[in-house]
């Protein structure tokens, strides 16, 4: 897989989504976590999904087209904020479950967590959620240039067995140095 180019679709904030015959690869994990730093890696492009250190920046589904139409990349809202009302939580739960169920032209979830972090409670039930409703997905353990090589083979290992699958299965990268790029556009190739 190579990516010649990427260019910003649509938003979606209501339950209408984007039809169309372009598959698509959904982003997902914890709030702050780097979803949007990872589209921007695999993109080359350094502002094309909005990142920040502030949590919660991504609120909306957000869909980028790669090399015209090949595919989309969809940004998803992280889950796990603290800092939002109740109202706000449930209605981006609501916004992802609902695209998950719903999104005719999904062919798999890169899950993405932080290496250095144990599963949240948040990311095993999505990742029951995926298997239950037979969507498959990609692990992704990003910000590996936060850890040394041993370290984040240790966290790895921890990650594996938090989500009871073997280390090899998950994917270690970082959007700051690109460590993984090739391996995720290869798990792309894979499973478009
Ligand atoms: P929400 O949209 O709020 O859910 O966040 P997000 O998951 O899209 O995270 P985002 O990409 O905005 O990144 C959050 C913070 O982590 C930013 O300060 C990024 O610069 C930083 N970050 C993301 N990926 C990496 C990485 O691989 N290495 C390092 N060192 N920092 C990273
Ligand atoms: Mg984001």
């Not at 730093?37 to 087209?65: C, W």
């Not at 594996?160 to 280390?167: E, T």
Request: proline share 3%; aromatic share 10%; with cysteine.
């Amino acid at each position: 897989m190579i990516i010649k180019n990427a260019e910003y679709v649509t938003s979606i904030v209501h339950k209408k989504l984007f039809e169309g015959e372009v598959p698509e690869i959904a982003i997902a994990g914890r709030s702050n976590v780097g979803k949007s730093s990872f589209i921007n890696m695999l993109t080359n492009r350094k502002k094309l999904a909005r990142s920040s250190s502030e949590p919660g920046r991504t609120r909306m589904l957000n869909y980028f087209s790669i090399n015209n139409g090949e595919f989309f990349l969809v940004d998803l809202p992280g889950y796990g904020y603290a800092k939002v009302t109740d109202k706000e939580r449930n209605s981006w739960k609501g916004l992802i479950e609902y695209y998950l169920q719903e999104s005719k032209n999904l062919k798999f979830v890169f899950l993405i967590v932080d290496v250095r972090h144990e599963p949240s409670e948040l990311d095993l039930q999505l990742a029951e959620y995926l298997k239950y409703y037979a969507i498959p997905y990609v692990l992704v353990a990003t910000k590996a240039d936060k850890l040394s090589k041993a370290a984040c083979k240790g966290a790895l290992a921890t990650l594996a067995k938090g989500f009871s699958v073997a280390a090899e299965n998950i994917l270690l990268v970082s959007s700051l140095t690109g460590t993984g790029r090739d391996a995720v556009l290869s798990a792309i190739s894979a499973n478009l």
